[in-house]
């Protein structure tokens, strides 16, 4: 590897600190290094604070302050180039007379999109571009799928038994072990909205919160267009900010909110999507059960795939979905008892159904 993909690589690593607390924006993650050594360090903390630059620029000590217009900036991702939340860190680069910016992957973002690589270059920065730029693509998918698409990155999860089944009819089965328990609360973590269909709701009557990491709580979506959901059920607590597409309840709420849910059930879930997305949320992580999987899939309202794979067999009960042909298998481990998959439909796929959709 070069040396600049190891610094890009550890532009990565900075940027993944940032994951869940800076959606929609990109996780970003900035390196100062001059002559082999790293004087400064940076990432987007949080959405609506300073960008992954300005904290890298910020957190060089006064010694080394006046190697910086000697020293080259790695990005992730492009450096900003217009005011928004915070001022453009393109032209903080070019206050600081920075001379060498290497960046993974050029920010699609209309407001951007290659200004700010052209604006550093005519001032005279030595500019490379597409570093380790797949890690890139992959690292920040959900929101360049955001910005593509215009809606929110989908992950769908379940786990289901080695025997291909999500549990029996009518009860709740547990099925990942405590290790992957854990890292589902950490994708929650990650995600800004948690979707589950009225059945699961009924059944397994879930939290969907993060409470075996800690952290932010995600947006809890369900449907519940027959008002079945009991008034005690954790769906129903007004503990975490919740949205019910279904019947309105009578109460005290002042997280949970009821839209009405009539049209039929095709309608609904590029509905449920749009709301998503108008509301700013952009990774929504569905956990079933099989009639909300399959719905999506069969719509084609997905980008990823998680499954838990259990060592467990049940003989019978309700059959997990297929994974789609389409989806490629990117990542797959063993964690405790169970194994771990992750598929995605690649992005180049995403880019041809949108090509498609414009023929
Ligand atoms: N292993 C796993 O990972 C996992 C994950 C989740 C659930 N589960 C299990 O799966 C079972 C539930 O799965 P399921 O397939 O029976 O049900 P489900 O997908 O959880 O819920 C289906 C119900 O949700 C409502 N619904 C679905 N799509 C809708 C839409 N577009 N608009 C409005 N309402 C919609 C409908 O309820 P109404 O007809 O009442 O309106 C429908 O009957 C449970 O036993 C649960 O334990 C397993």
């Given at each position: 590897?070069?040396?600049?993909?190891?610094?890009?690589?550890?532009?990565?690593?900075?940027?993944?600190?940032?994951?869940?607390?800076?959606?929609?924006?990109?996780?970003?993650?900035?390196?100062?290094?001059?002559?082999?050594?790293?004087?400064?360090?940076?990432?987007?903390?949080?959405?609506?604070?300073?960008?992954?630059?300005?904290?890298?620029?910020?957190?060089?000590?006064?010694?080394?302050?006046?190697?910086?217009?000697?020293?080259?900036?790695?990005?992730?991702?492009?450096?900003?180039?217009?005011?928004?939340?915070?001022?453009?860190?393109?032209?903080?680069?070019?206050?600081?007379?920075?001379?060498?910016?290497?960046?993974a992957n050029e920010?699609?973002?209309?407001?951007?999109?290659?200004?700010?690589?052209?604006?550093?270059?005519?001032?005279?920065?030595?500019?490379?571009?597409?570093?380790?730029?797949?890690?890139?693509?992959?690292?920040?998918?959900?929101?360049?799928?955001?910005?593509?698409?215009?809606?929110?990155?989908?992950?769908?999860?379940?786990?289901?038994?080695?025997?291909?089944?999500?549990?029996?009819?009518g009860e709740r089965?547990?099925?990942?072990?405590?290790?992957?328990?854990?890292?589902?609360?950490?994708?929650?973590?990650?995600?800004?909205?948690?979707?589950?269909?009225?059945?699961?709701?009924?059944?397994?009557?879930?939290?969907?919160?993060?409470?075996?990491?800690?952290?932010?709580?995600?947006?809890?979506?369900t449907f519940d267009?027959?008002?079945?959901?009991?008034?005690?059920?954790?769906?129903?607590?007004?503990?975490?900010?919740?949205?019910?597409?279904?019947?309105?309840?009578?109460?005290?709420?002042?997280?949970?909110?009821?839209?009405?849910?009539?049209?039929?059930?095709?309608?609904?879930?590029?509905?449920?999507?749009?709301?998503?997305?108008?509301?700013?949320?952009?990774?929504?992580?569905?956990?079933?059960?099989?009639?909300?999987?399959?719905?999506?899939?069969?719509?084609?309202?997905?980008?990823?795939?998680?499954?838990?794979?259990?060592?467990?067999?049940?003989?019978?009960?309700?059959?997990?979905?297929?994974?789609?042909?389409?989806?490629?298998?990117?990542?797959?481990?063993?964690?405790?008892?169970?194994?771990?998959?992750?598929?995605?439909?690649?992005?180049?796929?995403?880019?041809?159904?949108?090509?498609?959709?414009?023929?």
């Amino acid at each position: 590897m070069t040396t600049d993909a190891q610094y890009i690589r550890r532009c990565f690593d900075l940027a993944l600190l940032g994951a869940g607390h800076v959606s929609p924006n990109p996780m970003v993650g900035a390196v100062l290094v001059h002559k082999g050594r790293i004087i400064g360090e940076g990432w987007h903390q949080r959405y609506g604070a300073a960008h992954a630059e300005v904290n890298c620029v910020r957190s060089v000590v006064p010694d080394d302050r006046p190697l910086i217009p000697y020293s080259t900036l790695y990005c992730s991702l492009e450096p900003c180039f217009h005011f928004g939340k915070t001022p453009p860190c393109v032209d903080l680069i070019l206050e600081q007379k920075i001379p060498r910016v290497v960046v993974a992957n050029e920010d699609p973002n209309p407001q951007v999109a290659g200004q700010s690589i052209v604006k550093m270059r005519t001032a005279g920065v030595e500019v490379v571009t597409g570093v380790l730029a797949n890690e890139g693509q992959w690292l920040n998918r959900a929101f360049f799928t955001w910005l593509e698409l215009q809606r929110p990155y989908i992950i769908l999860k379940w786990a289901q038994t080695r025997d291909g089944f999500l549990g029996r009819r009518g009860e709740r089965t547990p099925i990942s072990g405590p290790a992957a328990q854990r890292l589902l609360h950490r994708w929650r973590s990650e995600a800004d909205a948690i979707w589950v269909g009225t059945t699961t709701a009924l059944t397994d009557n879930p939290r969907l919160d993060t409470r075996l990491v800690g952290g932010k709580n995600p947006l809890r979506v369900t449907f519940d267009r027959a008002g079945k959901i009991p008034a005690g059920f954790h769906l129903l607590d007004d503990s975490i900010a919740t949205w019910i597409f279904g019947k309105y309840r009578e109460g005290h709420f002042s997280k949970t909110s009821f839209f009405p849910a009539e049209d039929d059930a095709a309608t609904l879930v590029p509905q449920v999507l749009e709301k998503l997305r108008a509301a700013n949320h952009a990774i929504v992580l569905v956990e079933g059960g099989a009639q909300v999987l399959s719905q999506l899939l069969e719509q084609g309202y997905w980008d990823e795939i998680r499954v838990i794979e259990s060592e467990r067999a049940l003989g019978d009960g309700i059959a997990a979905p297929k994974v789609p042909e389409v989806a490629q298998l990117r990542e797959q481990f063993a964690l405790g008892s169970d194994m771990i998959r992750v598929y995605a439909r690649s992005y180049t796929l995403i880019r041809k159904d949108l090509s498609d959709d414009h023929d």
